[in-house]
């Protein structure tokens, strides 16, 4: 017994002498060391004197025994300790938690709360405190991370890394913003920092693939509801390398794992490279190729025609200052009988479809730069103007129904042109090589060398057929927008069905291809369609032939005299005469679509440069 007393003699002499001080700060009467007389058979003395409570006196937390018979009596028992005195930051935090909505509270946690010590960061203890309640079939400790922590790597996820240390939310609601959201933001706090995953050897090729995705871009753009995150696919806790054949990831078990969110996913589905790098040939040179040749289609598509719109631009200035100074003077180059007489270019289905190509092609730019420049603050704001990216994927999916419609009807007229008409003259051949025809011909190319020459001031400009070679590289420019947006946008709308018969990594091309195929329509459009049409200094500030099918007989001359010489040779120039101009209503609503659709168009024209520059394509 005396051996027992003078073994915890250095012990109690520390507890009585530090709390002393926390006594006498405090105005308590009890000390410890009488504390310790009756339960030193559940408190070590010295662990507690080592613990972090160890400055503190017993009554620093028992506040309720302020007498000490009464408590040894029976009379006052110990309550639960209100641990919020002194923790207030960790209480709020607490508070908000799933835990104090499940009445866990601190005890239940810290059940070592008499030999307590720092944590210094050692994420290790951390998991030994969670697996108390968590984790009872070592899920977690198996996997990558689990078994990092244990070897002592403090860079490895533990529990507090994603959940936090007291403000653990509550993930029981699996479909709502806040739980699909964690899935992926926990993760990229670590898998973001470069300089982590350098020290750890772990490439960061993961999050900046994800980032480029379609699942990434809606994260990104604060939609994670309606896409995959890391945890979806990685799973939460038991995350293994590919190769492990317990792994959600393995081979094995794709199939399984995609078919979360994509019902009847096959094996050849599961070829898609979740992962892919389009500029990594090594590892995915199919990837690499495609990307290769739709830079090179879009570099050499905008450098001829950007070059083909600077000089217009300047060859047209210097033209229209030529003609006011020719006017000033009273030279009138030639005389035009009615000039202003209105003739029939477009008829009334030719301005119904092009209205139906400029709503459909704003609705689908709209709706697709945002997922293009998804990093983009004003990506957002159009996202939210939308409603959230389900709405803008609806809305885009029926603007692609639209640009179906429309070129269907384009495929029939041309049916229609080349076989049926009866006021065409010739053959199949002679109809499709004709000049009436958007069908490029010979003459197309003496008109490009024409126009050139004379952006170059070296001989007059050409007069055109009824379509110019711009006109019909627009229309054709179609057929292969088709082909190239519309086959690859049915493949990303329907992949679970295309997934039956290709496999995945064609998505991955279909992504590129769709992109930057849709990145080349928009930028043309808005940049040189739009010069070519409405900005042309012939033509400032907009054209608006589409829009009631009439132009001047004084513009059909100068613009296309080859077109109405011929006309005339035929005697059918009446023919096209129009009886009467449109009306006031039609002219406001039409005309007010018109500028409405090139002042969006030139908006949007001027995002995507800004993107450019902010470093925002992906």
């Known amino acids: 017994m005396l051996q027992n007393i003078f073994r915890l003699l250095p012990a109690l002499l520390i507890i009585v002498g530090l709390s002393g001080l926390a006594s006498a700060e405090q105005g308590m009467a009890i000390d410890p060391a009488t504390c310790l007389g009756c339960h030193s058979n559940k408190i070590s003395a010295a662990a507690f004197a080592a613990s972090v409570h160890g400055k503190n006196a017993c009554t620093s937390c028992h506040i309720e025994i302020t007498d000490l018979t009464k408590h040894m009596m029976g009379q006052v028992k110990v309550g639960k300790v209100a641990c919020e005195r002194?923790?207030?930051?960790?209480?709020?935090?607490?508070?908000?938690?799933?835990?104090?909505?499940?009445?866990?509270?601190?005890?239940?946690?810290?059940?070592?709360?008499?030999?307590?010590?720092?944590?210094?960061?050692?994420?290790?203890?951390?998991?030994?405190?969670?697996?108390?309640?968590?984790?009872?079939?070592?899920?977690?400790?198996?996997?990558?991370?689990?078994?990092?922590?244990?070897?002592?790597?403090?860079?490895?996820?533990?529990?507090?890394?994603?959940?936090?240390?007291?403000?653990?939310?509550?993930?029981?609601?699996?479909?709502?913003h806040d739980t699909r959201e964690f899935h992926t933001k926990v993760c990229l706090k670590c898998h973001a920092n470069e300089e982590m995953m350098k020290r750890n050897n772990v490439t960061t090729v993961a999050v900046e693939s994800y980032m480029a995705s379609y699942h990434g871009k809606n994260y990104r753009l604060g939609f994670p509801e309606k896409v995959a995150g890391c945890a979806d696919c990685h799973t939460a806790h038991s995350v293994l390398p590919a190769k492990d054949p317990n792994s959600s990831v393995n081979p094995k078990n794709l199939t399984k794992t995609c078919d979360q969110c994509h019902p009847k996913a096959t094996?050849?589905?599961?070829?898609?490279?979740?992962?892919?790098?389009?500029?990594?040939?090594?590892?995915?040179?199919?990837?690499?190729?495609?990307?290769?040749?739709?830079?090179?289609?879009?570099?050499s598509t905008f450098a001829v025609f950007w070059i083909h719109t600077l000089l217009w631009m300047f060859r047209g200035f210097v033209e229209n200052r030529e003609k006011a100074r020719a006017l000033m003077e009273g030279h009138i180059p030639h005389h035009v009988p009615e000039a202003h007489a209105q003739y029939r270019r477009f008829n009334r289905l030719h301005i119904f479809l092009h209205i139906l190509v400029i709503t459909s092609f704003l609705g689908l730019s709209l709706t697709g730069l945002p997922l293009?420049?998804?990093?983009?603050?004003?990506?957002?704001?159009?996202?939210?103007?939308?409603?959230?990216?389900?709405?803008?994927?609806?809305?885009?999916?029926?603007?692609?129904?639209?640009?179906?419609?429309?070129?269907?009807?384009?495929?029939?007229?041309?049916?229609?042109?080349?076989?049926?008409?009866?006021?065409?003259?010739?053959?199949?051949?002679?109809?499709?090589?004709?000049?009436?025809?958007?069908?490029?011909?010979?003459?197309?190319?003496?008109?490009?060398?024409?126009?050139?020459?004379?952006?170059?001031?070296?001989?007059?400009?050409?007069?055109?057929?009824?379509?110019?070679?711009?006109?019909?590289?627009d229309f054709l420019a179609v057929f292969w927008g088709m082909f190239a947006i519309g086959g690859s946008g049915l493949m990303l709308w329907f992949p679970e069905i295309f997934g039956m018969f290709l496999p995945g990594w064609m998505f991955n091309v279909a992504t590129i291809v769709h992109s930057d195929e849709a990145l080349l329509a928009t930028g043309f459009i808005f940049s040189v369609h739009f010069f070519n049409t409405h900005g042309r200094p012939e033509k400032f500030p907009m054209d608006f032939v589409i829009f009631n099918g009439q132009i001047s007989k004084e513009e059909l001359i100068e613009e296309r005299g080859d077109q109405w010489k011929r006309y005339e040779e035929e005697g059918i120039t009446e023919k096209f005469r129009a009886k009467h101009s449109s009306g006031i209503m039609y002219d406001f609503i039409v005309k007010g679509f018109g500028f409405l659709a090139l002042f969006t168009g030139l908006t949007l024209m001027f995002l995507m440069i800004y993107a450019f520059i902010a470093g925002g394509s992906h």
């Open 267 to 299: 094996g050849l589905f599961t070829k898609f490279y979740a992962h892919g790098e389009h500029n990594d040939r090594e590892k995915y040179p199919i990837l690499f190729y495609t990307f290769i040749a739709m830079t090179g289609l879009l570099v």
């Open 86 to 176: 002194c923790h207030k930051k960790e209480n709020s935090e607490h508070y908000d938690s799933v835990h104090a909505q499940n009445d866990v509270r601190c005890a239940d946690c810290h059940t070592d709360i008499h030999t307590h010590t720092y944590w210094k960061g050692d994420k290790r203890k951390v998991i030994a405190k969670c697996i108390q309640c968590h984790d009872k079939e070592s899920v977690f400790r198996q996997s990558v991370h689990g078994k990092a922590v244990a070897a002592g790597n403090q860079d490895s996820a533990a529990c507090n890394d994603c959940h936090n240390l007291h403000r653990i939310k509550s993930l029981k609601d699996k479909t709502s």
């Open 372 to 473: 293009k420049f998804s990093d983009q603050q004003w990506a957002k704001i159009l996202m939210d103007l939308y409603g959230g990216s389900s709405h803008a994927g609806l809305i885009h999916r029926i603007c692609a129904g639209i640009t179906f419609v429309y070129f269907g009807s384009a495929i029939a007229m041309s049916i229609h042109f080349l076989f049926i008409r009866k006021d065409v003259k010739g053959n199949f051949l002679q109809r499709l090589f004709g000049p009436e025809s958007l069908c490029p011909n010979l003459r197309d190319i003496r008109d490009v060398t024409g126009m050139v020459r004379w952006f170059l001031f070296r001989g007059p400009k050409p007069t055109f057929e009824r379509w110019t070679y711009w006109e019909k590289f």
